[in-house]
């Protein structure tokens, strides 16, 4: 009788061990996957931002047009 006791206490200790493990793995996947959509997210706003700042900005001067001046350069 306690080599059977012995056995099954045994088998439900690696059941358990089997079920912790695959479950932790589990959670590990989920957890990188999610780290990795945020990494990608992070990278795609930070390109974008330097994007918008790379983009080159035009400036007129509408000083002389307001003041009713003709420029004479054309």
Known sequence: MRDSS????????????LVFSTTA?????VYNRRQAR???QAN???EKA????AE???LVDISLVSL???CSCW
Do not use: C, D, K, N
Request: glycine letters at 4%.
């Open 44 to 46: 795609a706003l930070t």
């Open 56 to 58: 080159p900005y035009v």
């Open 6 to 17: 012995v056995q099954i206490a045994t088998v439900v200790i690696s059941v358990a061990a």
């Open 50 to 53: 330097q994007r918008e700042q």
């Open 38 to 40: 945020a990494v990608a």
């Open 68 to 70: 009713g001046h003709r």
């Open 25 to 29: 793995a589990f959670w590990a996947l």
